[in-house]
């Protein structure tokens, strides 16, 4: 889902600067450590459904290659990427470990350009389909479980779980939505694009990723993306309670 083509190291570097910054910023607030808990549990979902999302497209098109690496798998010790997983998990975007994939063996029905759409965009959805999921547990919960449980200490950590869990999917799959290298929506656009611009668009690959990490650093991505955001959860949202009658 995300692979870097040029020197790994110096954003690896600038990662890490920005990581310890933020753990500064968590040892002395107690609060939002206790809300970065509250996260992980859907860090691990978002980014282990997302990688065997990938992988399970990938296959059912005819590459076997994620399934003989060990990706078609829940388990998240096979997907996740240490620097894109404590990213995810403190500034609220990531990655989880590249799938591999051979567009070489994909079903001659559709062109290889199409089946690494259908590939790409399998894991941005497979995000949103938990988001909603989680979204009508936490509606059922809230309508049907009582005054009690919502009040109690268990209630309100399985309401906070939920909640961070749908919002982390929400976030996993709009950011990986963006058109630019390295990102799942740079190939999903590509059978959109007239031939020139395909050209041009591979050839420059290593300007778009150059981009991409100036507005990832600097939060335009963040900025652009939240809009996308609130409005996919407001969807989710109203879809949940009018289903519940909430």
């Given at each position: 889902m995300?692979?870097?083509?040029?020197?790994?190291?110096?954003?690896?570097?600038?990662?890490?600067?920005?990581?310890?910054?933020?753990?500064?910023?968590?040892?002395?607030?107690?609060?939002?450590?206790?809300?970065?808990?509250?996260?992980?549990?859907?860090?691990?979902?978002?980014?282990?459904?997302?990688?065997?999302a990938?992988?399970?497209?990938?296959?059912?098109?005819?590459?076997?290659?994620?399934k003989?690496?060990?990706?078609?798998?829940?388990?998240p010790?096979?997907?996740?990427?240490p620097?894109?997983?404590?990213?995810?998990?403190?500034?609220?975007?990531?990655?989880?470990?590249?799938?591999?994939v051979?567009?070489r063996?994909y079903?001659?029905?559709?062109?290889?350009?199409?089946?690494?759409?259908?590939?790409?965009?399998?894991?941005?959805?497979?995000?949103?389909?938990?988001?909603?999921?989680?979204?009508?547990?936490?509606?059922?919960?809230?309508?049907?479980?009582?005054?009690?449980?919502?009040?109690?200490?268990?209630?309100?950590?399985?309401?906070?779980?939920i909640?961070?869990?749908?919002?982390?999917?929400?976030?996993l799959?709009?950011?990986?939505?963006?058109?630019l290298?390295?990102?799942?929506?740079?190939?999903?656009?590509?059978?959109?694009?007239?031939?020139?611009?395909?050209?041009?668009?591979?050839?420059?690959?290593?300007?778009?990723?150059i981009?991409?990490?100036?507005?990832?650093?600097?939060?335009?991505?963040?900025?652009?993306?939240?809009?996308?955001?609130?409005?996919?959860?407001?969807?989710?949202?109203?879809?949940?309670?009018?289903?519940?009658?909430?």
């Open positions: 995300f692979n870097f083509s040029f020197d790994k190291r110096t954003l690896y570097i600038i990662i890490a600067i920005m990581i310890i910054a933020i753990i500064a910023q968590y040892a002395t607030d107690t609060g939002a450590l206790f809300n970065l808990l509250i996260t992980i549990p859907g860090v691990l979902v978002a980014i282990t459904f997302h990688e065997f990938h992988g399970f497209a990938a296959y059912k098109l005819g590459d076997n290659t994620a003989n690496e060990g990706r078609l798998s829940l388990n010790l096979a997907h996740l990427d620097i894109g997983s404590l990213l995810l998990l403190f500034a609220g975007f990531g990655w989880g470990k590249p799938v591999h051979d567009p063996n079903t001659r029905k559709i062109s290889m350009e199409k089946g690494e759409a259908i590939v790409s965009v399998a894991g941005p959805l497979m995000n949103i389909i938990l988001a909603i999921i989680f979204t009508l547990i936490y509606c059922a919960i809230y309508k049907f479980s009582g005054i009690e449980f919502m009040t109690s200490t268990v209630g309100t950590i399985v309401m906070l779980l909640s961070a869990t749908i919002s982390i999917n929400i976030g799959g709009v950011f990986n939505l963006i058109p290298p390295p990102l799942d929506g740079s190939k999903i656009i590509m059978p959109f694009l007239p031939y020139k611009a395909k050209q041009w668009f591979v050839n420059n690959q290593n300007i778009f990723y981009i991409f990490v100036v507005i990832w650093i600097t939060g335009i991505a963040g900025t652009i993306i939240s809009p996308v955001i609130q409005l996919i959860s407001t969807g989710i949202i109203n879809l949940g309670t009018a289903i519940f009658g909430i």
